[in-house]
């Protein structure tokens, strides 16, 4: 996820060992220009080709959608489940083979997001889903939460990145932001949890909520109009200001809301 930045933070403090710090000190490389084809391609797939970074996976769009060289090249269907008048979106791909347990492991990440992750898995595990989070300590797991090192690029931070399922099995990776001027020096459990929450989101086929207008959370225009979503029996009226998968951060604590708790059980409580 991304949120607008006024300053740049400055990490002052070499060789300190505080609640953030990780394996994942080293700075990554400056952001590799991407090509007008490259941008051709993610437009074609109904992303918004506005501050794309190019990384050794592929590309992020969006602030924290990983698309692979492959998946460009392929036509990518997102359907609409409408709830009240802000549709909550899913990818082509979802997870299958339900009812199932995914593993999370964590590698090299300080206290404060391994508590994130537990409250993620909390929240999810809550829902009475088909579907259901277990953290692992050892071994290979469905997805694994690990972190980057990324220097504020055009005045935005990226916080994390995931991707979408493939072959009915969850995206394997999330990533976390270890720069400071992303969670600070002393990442807030919940915020990194919301954060967490939200690339899992990802890595179960959900799209943002605003995907077609992400002016409601980000501030920008709308990127695809040709979705003709889906209605979700009892859900109510008006537009939805605090979903768990809006594009860009609120700063705060973003558990799942309603409309949120409607849409996932659509998708994986049946």
Not at 92 to 110: A, C, D, E, Q, S
Not at 137 to 160: D, H, K, L, M, R
Request: with cysteine.
């Amino acid at each position: 996820m991304k949120k607008q930045m006024l300053a740049v933070i400055a990490c002052l403090a070499a060789g300190i060992m505080m609640s953030s710090c990780s394996k994942n000190d080293r700075q990554e490389a400056p952001p590799q220009p991407v090509t007008n084809e490259v941008l051709a391609q993610i437009k074609a797939l109904g992303f918004s080709t506005d501050n794309v970074l190019k990384t050794t996976e592929g590309y992020i769009v969006e602030g924290d959608i990983l698309l692979t060289a492959a998946q460009l090249k392929e036509k990518m269907s997102i359907t609409a489940l409408r709830v009240g008048q802000v549709e909550q979106y899913r990818s082509g791909n979802l997870v299958t083979g339900l009812p199932r347990t995914i593993t999370v492991k964590i590698v090299g990440l300080g206290p404060a997001f391994v508590a994130g992750v537990d409250t993620a898995i909390r929240r999810y595990n809550s829902l009475g889903l088909r579907i259901r989070f277990s953290r692992i300590a050892s071994g290979t797991a469905g997805i694994t939460v690990e972190g980057y090192n990324q220097a504020p690029v055009n005045g935005q931070v990226s916080y994390a990145y995931s991707g979408f399922p493939t072959a009915g099995n969850p995206y394997s990776s999330i990533k976390l932001n270890t720069n400071t001027a992303a969670f600070g020096y002393n990442p807030n459990v919940l915020y990194a949890g919301s954060i967490i929450q939200h690339e899992m989101g990802h890595c179960l086929g959900m799209h943002h909520t605003d995907y077609m207008d992400r002016s409601f959370s980000c501030g920008g225009s709308p990127v695809r109009e040709d979705i003709t979503p889906i209605w979700i029996p009892g859900t109510p009226t008006g537009p939805d200001p605090n979903s768990w998968m809006l594009a860009c951060s609120n700063g705060g604590n973003r558990p799942f809301n309603s409309n949120d708790i409607i849409a996932l059980r659509n998708l994986y409580a049946r």
